[in-house]
């Protein structure tokens, strides 16, 4: 029996995909359109359609497309330029020795934060969440970290289209002060949370640089009984390194393929 049912449209965004998986540096419409020998109104269309679902990332430099984390989400590869979470992952188990608090490693997906791996603490009470779980990207440290790397202009726009939740008492929804909270998060490399975003818990995040084609970063988050003054100039100090440090070989890792 034959599939009457074609699905050309389908068919073309998976060649699109498939594409632009075996590019890491990204792909064009253009370049798309030429090598598939599909319209370029197509493509433009169905990269569109990709591009709010997260399936890819576009470029706004260079106007190429790379894999999205949406991808990675369905349990697919999303990202095989650089493979993140393996270099990531024994700073991410050194600084949870030095903090005592669980790790947590994650990238920007559209207006969400979505969590790729994380190194449990070893105390029996402990802050934890399966990989692939979204936050929203208003949320606490993490969110601030993800917010400093968009412009003063988008991040606005969010405000103003999607406003600030209210998740606990201490979330800072006035919009001036958000926005010195942004300011101050991109001036320093990271930021603090303190019962913003759940009650009873403390964070700090640390942006991640190097991966040009999407935002992620590295953050501890423990309770807030176990994390005084001392601890979270601790934490600060141990999160601002292993970021770095991911960077830097993110970097090398980057410059040697």
């Given at each position: 029996?034959?599939?009457?049912?074609?699905?050309?449209t389908?068919?073309?965004?998976?060649?699109?995909l498939r594409?632009?998986?075996?590019?890491?540096?990204?792909?064009?419409?253009s370049?798309?359109?030429?090598?598939?020998s599909?319209?370029?109104s197509?493509?433009?269309?169905i990269?569109?359609?990709?591009?709010e679902?997260?399936?890819?990332?576009?470029?706004?430099?260079?106007?190429?497309?790379?894999?999205?984390v949406?991808?990675?989400?369905?349990?697919r590869a999303?990202?095989?330029?650089i493979?993140?979470?393996?270099?990531?992952?024994p700073f991410?188990?050194?600084?949870?020795?030095r903090?005592?608090?669980?790790v947590f490693?994650g990238?920007r997906?559209?207006e969400?934060v979505?969590?790729?791996?994380?190194?449990e603490?070893?105390?029996?009470?402990?802050?934890?969440?399966p990989?692939?779980?979204?936050?929203?990207?208003f949320?606490?440290?993490?969110?601030k970290?993800?917010?400093?790397?968009?412009t003063?202009?988008?991040v606005?726009?969010?405000?103003?289209t999607?406003?600030i939740?209210?998740?606990?008492k201490?979330?800072?929804?006035n919009?001036?002060?958000?926005m010195?909270?942004?300011?101050a998060?991109r001036?320093?490399g990271?930021?603090?949370?303190?019962e913003?975003?759940?009650?009873?818990v403390r964070?700090?995040?640390?942006a991640?640089?190097?991966?040009?084609?999407?935002s992620?970063?590295?953050?501890?988050?423990g309770?807030?009984?176990?994390?005084?003054?001392?601890?979270?100039?601790?934490?600060?100090?141990e999160t601002?390194?292993?970021?770095r440090?991911?960077?830097?070989?993110?970097?090398?890792t980057?410059?040697?393929?």
């Amino acid at each position: 029996m034959t599939n009457s049912y074609q699905a050309p449209t389908v068919k073309k965004a998976f060649r699109i995909l498939r594409a632009v998986s075996k590019n890491r540096h990204g792909m064009g419409v253009s370049e798309l359109s030429k090598r598939l020998s599909i319209g370029k109104s197509t493509v433009f269309g169905i990269l569109n359609a990709l591009e709010e679902l997260g399936a890819v990332v576009r470029d706004p430099k260079t106007k190429t497309f790379t894999l999205g984390v949406t991808l990675f989400e369905l349990g697919r590869a999303a990202y095989s330029r650089i493979d993140i979470k393996e270099i990531a992952r024994p700073f991410m188990e050194g600084l949870m020795e030095r903090a005592q608090e669980s790790v947590f490693l994650g990238v920007r997906n559209g207006e969400h934060v979505t969590i790729i791996d994380i190194v449990e603490s070893m105390q029996d009470l402990k802050i934890t969440a399966p990989v692939g779980t979204r936050i929203p990207l208003f949320a606490g440290a993490t969110g601030k970290v993800f917010m400093a790397s968009m412009t003063e202009e988008k991040v606005a726009e969010l405000i103003q289209t999607k406003g600030i939740s209210h998740f606990t008492k201490n979330t800072v929804v006035n919009p001036m002060r958000f926005m010195e909270e942004i300011r101050a998060a991109r001036r320093k490399g990271y930021a603090t949370d303190d019962e913003e975003y759940i009650s009873g818990v403390r964070a700090v995040a640390a942006a991640i640089e190097g991966t040009r084609a999407f935002s992620s970063a590295i953050w501890v988050v423990g309770f807030k009984p176990r994390i005084d003054a001392r601890k979270m100039g601790l934490l600060v100090e141990e999160t601002l390194k292993a970021a770095r440090t991911i960077s830097e070989k993110i970097q090398k890792t980057d410059a040697v393929q």
